[in-house]
Protein backbone atom coordinates (compact mmCIF):
# COMPACT_ATOMS: atom_id res chain seq x y z
CA UNK A 1 0.00 0.00 0.00
CA UNK A 2 1.50 3.45 -0.99
CA UNK A 3 0.32 6.61 1.05
CA UNK A 4 0.32 10.38 -1.00
CA UNK A 5 0.21 11.96 2.66
CA UNK A 6 0.74 11.64 6.44
CA UNK A 7 -3.17 12.03 6.52
CA UNK A 8 -3.28 8.59 4.15
CA UNK A 9 -0.88 6.56 6.56
CA UNK A 10 -2.70 7.51 9.85
CA UNK A 11 -6.38 7.09 8.08
CA UNK A 12 -4.70 3.39 6.70
CA UNK A 13 -7.10 3.27 3.73
CA UNK A 14 -9.92 3.49 5.91
CA UNK A 15 -9.26 0.80 8.44
CA UNK A 16 -7.36 3.23 11.16
CA UNK A 17 -9.72 2.18 13.57
CA UNK A 18 -9.14 -1.23 13.27
CA UNK A 19 -4.83 -1.09 12.80
CA UNK A 20 -4.48 1.44 15.59
CA UNK A 21 -6.90 -0.29 17.74
CA UNK A 22 -4.92 -3.64 17.43
CA UNK A 23 -1.64 -1.76 17.90
CA UNK A 24 -2.84 0.42 20.94
CA UNK A 25 -4.20 -3.15 22.10
CA UNK A 26 -1.16 -4.92 21.95
CA UNK A 27 1.47 -2.88 23.07
CA UNK A 28 -1.17 -2.45 26.22
CA UNK A 29 -1.06 -5.87 26.63
CA UNK A 30 2.29 -5.67 26.33
CA UNK A 31 3.16 -3.49 28.91
CA UNK A 32 0.69 -5.48 30.87
CA UNK A 33 3.17 -8.50 30.51
CA UNK A 34 6.00 -6.64 31.96
CA UNK A 35 4.35 -5.16 35.26
CA UNK A 36 2.96 -8.42 36.08
CA UNK A 37 6.17 -10.05 35.64
CA UNK A 38 8.06 -7.35 37.83
CA UNK A 39 5.74 -7.76 40.16
CA UNK A 40 5.99 -11.62 40.96
CA UNK A 41 9.80 -10.96 40.66
CA UNK A 42 9.48 -8.57 43.58
CA UNK A 43 7.23 -10.97 45.24
CA UNK A 44 9.62 -13.81 44.87
CA UNK A 45 12.12 -12.05 45.65
CA UNK A 46 10.31 -10.75 49.13
CA UNK A 47 9.39 -14.55 49.61
CA UNK A 48 13.04 -15.58 49.83
CA UNK A 49 14.26 -13.00 51.72
CA UNK A 50 11.48 -13.79 54.64
CA UNK A 51 12.77 -17.57 54.32
CA UNK A 52 16.29 -16.69 54.37
CA UNK A 53 15.39 -15.15 57.18
CA UNK A 54 13.54 -18.02 59.26
CA UNK A 55 16.41 -19.63 58.13
CA UNK A 56 19.22 -17.79 60.01
CA UNK A 57 16.57 -17.62 63.44
CA UNK A 58 18.02 -20.54 66.00
CA UNK A 59 15.78 -23.43 65.84
CA UNK A 60 14.22 -22.24 69.65
CA UNK A 61 13.31 -18.97 68.28
CA UNK A 62 11.21 -20.54 65.13
CA UNK A 63 8.41 -21.69 67.65
Do not use: C, H, I
Request: hydrophobic share 60%.
Amino acid sequence: MTWNSWADFWAMGGYAVYVWGSMGMTFGLLALEVLQARWARAQVLAQLRAERVLAELPAEDVL
